[in-house]
């Protein structure tokens, strides 16, 4: 057998002490003691002549997987491997050590437990004559959920002395896998990668966090992940470099044990730094906000032109993420951010992503002149157009389909159109236009995802007319507006003529949707009852009329020119 190393503190230790404490690997704890008194005694014993702290990690079976030695203060446990379990569940691993002066378990104690994993952390108190004196001992609180957030993260158990530590330690470590089991079977039996906790770092008022959180939550079910608890961190300003202070992350590390969940989603989008330490210190996998949405849009993309598009935006956001170290990158592209069309081409290679985005790039290219075509061909029916846009689930698509009886997908689900699509009115005046339908927007679309987008988005550029949808019904319609104003501005479409439609009347008094509607120079509909349309009909029909007239007006001005 090779000899195992013991870790730590190590010089100047006699090398009787040094051959005691290599034997420890060879002691085997009985399978239902945390530790065998004996053992206790020892450490105590060496603590003592020593005046350092001695600790060993025990695995399930008993046996000592690793001895430290720290200074007189702590234990310093080194870079553990990764466990099998799987890093929602604990390690399997417990740490027993000595406290040269007696003292309880400490801060740190509590740290290693959570960010370990551990099964329980135990301290042996060391008594004025070298003997083990009480033993205190700690496990992770193994409820959940309340959503109450004082649950306490971990369990002291009242201290006794080693010689009569009644224990019984695969009693114990049963009954806390057990109860952390029987909350996690409660919720529905998936897969862990379809489930995570989300983390919101916010300065947010308790309003304006409900329906930010619930907009994520919207965003996870789009991408088919069930948020099962939500951790707030609370700042008066966020602070990119200390985004989450220790004692939250330890929250964070509580939580996704408690509910077996091994990714973070964030509510905002993370600079790859910030990525690389989070993911250091809690293992799990991160994925920040704009990942998110970039694999909803990567599970949707249809078209050629979609796919293309998407994969560009995730090789983008791939590329600056390429200078942290390998293991962060490795769960950065294990992460969900990984499926979708560009899964197979996430290599991690900068070069081979340029490569890549160059050969995406010209197929875009060559896409984009027949779309281009396309345009011209159309632009000389010269058929006005009229293109549907607003937030995301605002009922673009539903609209298009009562207005043109057509049966483009609808989905109560954000972002389930990702390619236009037109259709055809005809006016009860006898003159038709065309309409398209697009993909949606959202507060903070990602550069990325705008960059990708802009050609799909160029053929807004020909629209006679903007149809701005708005979910009058959801409390933040207002932010929601603005949300597409500012994409508008920073597509330079704002100063397309453009109609307020607000949506989804039936959800509200009918007065209450009118006043709004009128406050606004909105017009009010319900895209799923087609008799609330003939207002809208009437307004389009006049705006285009109008629209066409000036133009009509203008050519005739430049003819005569
Ligand atoms: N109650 C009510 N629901 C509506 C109305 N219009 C649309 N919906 C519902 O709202 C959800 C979203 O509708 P979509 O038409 O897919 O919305 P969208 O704006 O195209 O959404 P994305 O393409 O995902 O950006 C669907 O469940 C629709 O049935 C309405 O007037 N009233
Ligand atoms: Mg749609």
Redesign the pocket.
């Known amino acids: 057998m090779p000899i195992k190393k013991i870790y730590g503190n190590v010089t100047g230790l006699k090398s009787s002490i040094r051959q005691k404490l290599q034997n420890l690997y060879r002691r085997k704890v009985p399978k239902d003691q945390l530790v065998s008194y004996d053992m206790a005694r020892d450490l105590a014993r060496w603590s003592y002549e020593t005046g350092r702290q001695i600790g060993c990690l025990i695995g399930r079976d008993g046996s000592v997987e690793m001895v430290i030695v720290g200074d007189a203060r702590s234990v310093f446990i080194p870079e553990l491997p990764k466990s099998r379990e799987g890093r929602s569940r604990l390690r399997g691993l417990r740490l027993v050590h000595t406290h040269i002066k007696g003292e309880p378990l400490t801060q740190d104690d509590f740290m290693d437990l959570v960010f370990l994993r551990l099964d329980c952390v135990a301290a042996i108190g060391v008594d004025n004559h070298g003997g083990p004196g009480k033993i205190y001992i700690a496990h992770i609180f193994p409820g959940r959920n309340s959503t109450n957030e004082n649950t306490p993260q971990w369990v002291t158990l009242p201290p006794v002395p080693c010689s009569d530590a009644s224990v019984n330690f695969s009693e114990l470590i049963e009954s806390i896998e057990e109860e952390l089991e029987r909350h996690r079977s409660t919720m529905e039996a998936r897969v862990d990668s379809d489930r995570a906790l989300l983390v919101a770092v916010t300065d947010r008022d308790h309003t304006d966090l409900d329906s930010h959180i619930n907009e994520m939550r919207e965003l996870a079910r789009a991408a088919g992940i069930k948020i099962v608890d939500t951790v707030v961190q609370r700042v008066r300003k966020v602070n990119p470099r200390f985004l989450i202070g220790k004692g939250k992350l330890s929250e964070i590390m509580v939580r996704a044990l408690q509910h077996g969940v091994d990714l973070l989603i964030f509510d905002r989008e993370l600079n790859p730094s910030q990525v690389k330490a989070l993911t250091d210190a809690t293992e799990l996998r991160v994925v920040d906000r704009t990942q998110l949405i970039l694999d909803i849009f990567a599970q949707r993309a249809k078209s050629r032109e979609g796919k293309i598009q998407v994969e560009m935006a995730q090789l983008r956001y791939l590329m600056p993420r390429l200078n942290v170290r390998d293991d962060a990158l490795s769960r950065l592209t294990g992460g969900i951010g990984a499926r979708g069309p560009g899964e197979t081409k996430l290599e991690i290679d900068r070069r081979r992503i340029k490569k890549r985005l160059a050969h995406l790039e010209r197929a875009l290219n060559e896409i984009r002149k027949n779309r281009y075509e396309k345009r011209r061909r159309r632009n000389r029916t010269e058929m006005p157009v009229i293109s549907i846009i607003?937030y995301?689930?605002?009922?673009?698509?539903?609209?298009l389909n009562a207005l043109t009886r057509s049966d483009a997908p609808?989905?109560?689900?954000?972002?389930?159109?990702l390619d236009p699509l037109s259709r055809r009115l005809r006016f009860p005046k006898d003159f038709e236009v065309i309409v398209t339908?697009t993909?949606?927007f959202i507060n903070e679309l990602p550069n990325e995802l705008l960059d990708a987008f802009a050609a799909t988005l160029e053929e807004l550029h020909d629209a006679d007319l903007l149809l701005h949808?708005v979910d009058v019904s959801n409390p933040r319609f207002e932010d929601h507006i603005e949300s597409v104003r500012k994409i508008l501005r920073k597509l330079d479409l704002h100063n397309k003529p453009e109609l307020l439609v607000f949506?989804?009347m039936?959800?509200l008094p009918s007065a209450v949707a009118r006043k709004l509607a009128d406050q606004y120079g909105a017009v009010a509909v319900?895209?799923?009852e087609r008799s609330t349309l003939p207002p809208l009909i009437y307004e389009l029909e006049k705006r285009v009329e109008m629209i066409c007239f000036y133009e009509q007006f203008e050519q005739k001005e430049k003819e005569s020119a």
């Open positions: 607003g995301t689930n605002a009922g673009k698509s539903t609209l609808v989905a109560d689900q954000y972002f389930a159109t339908d993909v949606g949808v949506n989804k039936d959800r319900s895209a799923i």
